[in-house]
């Protein structure tokens, strides 16, 4: 008996492994060819070329940057918390990783379908601050320490905006579970009724991931390269890759609260003939370019307008849009029993 439950326990074991290294292969394929993407798309908006010359139309150039980072020397400071500064970029890149558990790329296509799966990733994209502070702070440097604490403010101060938009998800699909929201946009994507909190929410990541214009962590200008500044080879690698990833998933975050996850916009022939993961992945690359065409195309925020967009505008105005919202659902006799299934 004991010997057919340790099989059992381990093709189990075995099935979960398969699955994980099929999330996690073609994602971190997919971040390379995202440093890839953005230099190109950015280059042909600026009327420059972009990574053109390391194979054919430029397609090799994240190996061959791969290769130089790995070649590179890891530079420990001298005056360094070792232990912390070397841990900060595996938190970083790990938290980006594990939270793909519960994303569904189609019907029945996920690694864990837990009914709190919206609440696991609001927990795990929280996470990713410790790992910012903890470079910063083991860095020993004061660039570092700084750009670290106004990463931490930016994304403690958008989250609580991401929060209550995500309660204007739960209420229109009554559930915590994330292909359940999916499917409750069937007859329409929440992104129409809820229009202004689908803005709200892209443009909170943004300021989530620290990319342009919130990149105030990362200015150039004054902090050199904020809380990674002292990071070399690949040790900046993995911060990098992890900033990429995060952009990745928080995408799909939208895509799945917004866009309808992997359902066709018409439920019409041919759109309706195109497997599920492929739109899925067709729409999470279209909110990537828009990352990447706001990166291009807007000036960087100054300090004190981040901090005002997200405490005196995003926040009053998604908590109005709740009771609006539960009015609405509540009036109109729509409000579904939010449960945790």
Known sequence: MMDFLTH?????????????????????????????????????????????????????????????????????????????????????????????????????????????????????????????????WASNSKYAF????????????????????????????GSLNLSAIVEAQRDMWFALPLLPM??????????????????????????????????????FALFFLGEYANMILMSSMTVILFLGGWLPPLDIWPLNMIPGPLWFILKIM??????LWVRATTPRYRYDQLMRLGWKIFLPFSLIYVVLTAGYLLVSGNLPDVSLG
């Not at 020397?73 to 890149?93: H, Q, R, W």
């Not at 690694?111 to 790992?131: K, M, Q, R, T």
Request: hydrophobic share 60%; charged share 10%; proline share 4%.
């Open 286 to 291: 279209l909110v990537l370019f828009v990352f």
């Open 8 to 136: 059992e326990w381990a093709v189990e074991l075995g099935w979960i492994l398969l699955q994980i290294l099929f999330v996690i292969g073609p994602l971190l394929i997919a971040v390379a060819y995202l440093t890839l993407a953005e230099r190109r798309v950015i280059g042909f908006m600026q009327l420059r070329k972009g990574p053109n010359v390391v194979g054919p139309f430029g397609m090799f150039q994240p190996f061959a940057d791969a290769l130089k980072l790995m070649a590179k020397e890891t530079i420990l400071p001298a005056g360094a918390n070792k232990v912390v500064f070397l841990f900060a970029p595996m938190l970083t890149f790990i938290l980006s990783l594990v939270a793909w558990a519960v994303i569904p790329f189609g019907e029945g296509l996920v690694i864990a379908d837990i009914n709190v799966g919206i609440l696991y990733l609001f927990a795990v994209s929280s996470l990713g601050v410790y790992g910012v502070i903890m470079a910063g």
């Open 146 to 173: 700084l750009g670290a604490l106004r990463s931490a403010a930016q994304m403690v101060s958008y989250e609580v905006s991401m929060g209550l938009v995500i309660i204007n998800v739960l209420l229109c699909a």
């Open 198 to 235: 689908f803005v709200v929410f892209f443009i909170s990541t943004l300021a989530e991931t620290n990319r342009a214009p919130f990149d105030l962590p990362e200015g150039e200008s004054e902090l050199v390269a904020g809380y990674f500044v002292e990071y070399s080879s690949m040790s």
